[in-house]
């Protein structure tokens, strides 16, 4: 398959290269686009075999269900049942970095939700994501737009690594803000589960909520299968370092890389420094790919601190060491 690459404007998106992709939407093909977290691979979320060629290009394991992406608060109402707690937080903090677990309605095909009765749904703030939703008039079923397993794309270049030859076609309008995934939320459980840390923080979601959600042991993680998967891994070894604690051995040389907030002691072949927490979220999962195309033989990463979008960079910092021991 010949993968089609065009650039639109973040801003002022190009009518026709919509109606393009959309045109290749209809037809149950695959387009990724730009959201504020990171590219999503696109495709009709009511169309079962549409679906199924999500799964198929990014080898994703069948039972791991995708999320819905909207373009209107109505169309949530559509899918699935909210209540009005997740109402409140629909109208508060969508469009954002923010993923509701809810009861499906039945017109969402089993495939999507990956077997479950739940649908998972959210409103991306990205002008691209919302026109291109908003032409094709469904929603876009949408994982992120890299091979499974791996650090998920934050720029079309990421995207075209993973799957050119596989999708149809790339929306490419530049690297994305936030860097890694929305925050996923079960509204079906009391209190809301979160699932998975991400862009939106934890403490605003409390703060609207009223309540502390509740984190997923371990019968409840077998609720978010997302969880289970080895994740957001490059190829080469991921070593966590904690300021003021010594390095892995063999981690400080110039065949390794670094990337934080502040460097420890010692050489390495190239640093990636950020000056905040959400710029380090913003390019870890770039990083990562740069660093491993530099042919480093290991990258040293900083743990961040835990507040605002530091849980969600914990999250996916913790899961690329685990995949590399
Ligand atoms: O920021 C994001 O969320 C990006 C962009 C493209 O929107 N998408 C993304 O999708 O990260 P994906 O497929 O890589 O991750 C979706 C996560 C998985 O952990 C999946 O298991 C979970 O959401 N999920 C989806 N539907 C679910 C459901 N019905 N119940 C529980 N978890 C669900
Ligand atoms: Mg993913």
New binding site residues.
């Given amino acids: 398959m010949k993968t089609l690459r065009v650039a639109i404007d973040p801003w002022n998106p190009d009518p026709v290269v919509l109606e393009k992709a959309v045109a290749i939407l209809r037809r149950g093909g695959l387009v990724a686009f730009p959201?504020e977290?990171?590219?999503?691979?696109g495709a009709d979320a009511l169309n079962p075999e549409a679906v199924r060629g999500v799964y198929r290009a990014k080898g994703?394991p069948s039972d791991?269900?995708?999320?819905l992406?909207l373009s209107r608060r109505e169309m949530a109402e559509e899918l699935a049942f909210p209540d009005a707690r997740s109402r409140r937080l629909m109208d508060a903090l969508w469009p954002g970095?923010l993923?509701l677990?809810l009861p499906?309605r039945s017109v969402v095909p089993g495939v999507t939700?990956?077997g479950?009765d739940?649908?998972?749904l959210?409103m991306?703030d990205h002008p691209v994501a919302a026109a291109l939703i908003e032409t094709a008039g469904f929603p876009l079923a949408?994982?992120?737009?890299n091979v499974s397993g791996r650090p998920?794309p934050t720029d079309a270049d990421g995207v075209w690594e993973d799957l050119e030859g596989r999708i149809d076609m790339i929306l490419d309008a530049g690297p994305v803000s936030v860097g890694i995934?929305?925050t996923?939320v079960?509204m079906t459980a009391d209190p809301p589960l979160l699932?998975?840390p991400?862009?939106m923080s934890r403490e605003v979601l409390e703060g609207f909520l009223g309540v502390a959600l509740a984190q997923p042991d371990n019968v409840s993680r077998r609720?978010?299968?997302?969880?289970r998967y080895r994740h957001y891994a490059p190829f080469v070894p991921v070593w966590i370092w904690r300021e003021g604690a010594p390095l892995p051995d063999g981690a400080a040389s110039e065949k390794c890389g670094f990337m934080g907030l502040v460097p420890p002691p010692g050489v390495f072949g190239r640093s990636l420094r950020f000056d905040s927490v959400e710029n380090y979220a913003r390019g870890l999962f770039s990083g990562f790919r740069a660093l491993e195309a530099a042919g480093l033989q290991g990258i040293v990463v900083q743990w961040p601190p835990s507040g605002g979008v530091g849980l969600g960079l914990r999250d996916r910092i913790r899961r690329a060491a685990q995949a590399g021991s």
């Avoid at 791991?64 to 999320?67: A, E, F, G, S, V």
């Avoid at 949408?142 to 737009?145: G, R, Y």
Wanted: proline share 12%.
């Fill in positions: 959201t977290t990171v590219y999503g691979l994703r791991n269900p995708l999320i992406h970095p993923t677990v499906a939700r990956g479950l739940t649908a998972a959210r991306p949408a994982p992120s737009a998920s995934e929305s996923v079960d699932l998975r991400g862009g609720r978010s299968p997302g969880t």
